[in-house]
């Protein structure tokens, strides 16, 4: 692979040539048999920016506003969990990269570092992603530990009953 990363295939070639087996196949993987997976990257693909030529393009401004925050551009870093298996630090060092970034950091309910680690990491503006679990108990534990550490939104995420089955994890062991 030449020195320099240009497009979104080789950050991912990378990815699987630096972590161990288990753990690449955990970030890239999808839960039974990948089906929605492999249907989110056809739909992605399918978007198409359309250029436009001719246009005064000298004064132009991405950012915009989330829920009163304005960040730098529409784009916001997704809750994805355990990052510490990517990086030594972990989702700290993702909360750096969004406040360097002026956007907004959802940090997962199953991120490797807790919810207080994070909030004094930095400064970014941070939302918080909840998992109705059956123990209510843990849910409203979680909202008041993320409230009272600055947290600004509750991203509730509800369309799993249950955990996803990786079938990567399960040969992986």
């Known amino acids: 692979m030449a020195d320099e990363i240009v497009n979104v295939n080789e950050f991912q070639e990378l990815a699987r040539q630096a972590l161990p087996k288990m753990y690449y196949d955990f970030f890239a993987g999808g839960a039974e048999d990948e089906h929605t997976l492999k249907k989110n990257v056809q739909e992605f693909q399918r978007i198409i920016l359309l250029p436009r030529v001719l246009v005064d393009v000298s004064n132009i401004a991405l950012s915009t506003n989330i829920l009163g925050y304005t960040i730098s551009s529409p784009i916001m870093i997704a809750p994805t969990s355990m990052h510490k298996l990517a990086h030594p630090q972990g989702e700290l060092a993702t909360a750096r990269a969004a406040a360097a970034c002026n956007t907004v950091m959802i940090l997962s309910f199953t991120a490797s570092c807790s919810v207080e680690e994070v909030a004094a990491s930095c400064d970014a503006v941070r939302f918080f992603q909840l998992y109705v679990c ?40």
């Open 134 to 173: 059956k123990r209510r108990d843990i849910a409203v534990n979680l909202v008041q530990r993320a409230e009272k550490s600055g947290y600004k939104a509750i991203v509730l995420t509800a369309d799993r009953p249950r955990r996803g089955r990786k079938e990567t994890d399960i040969k992986n062991k």
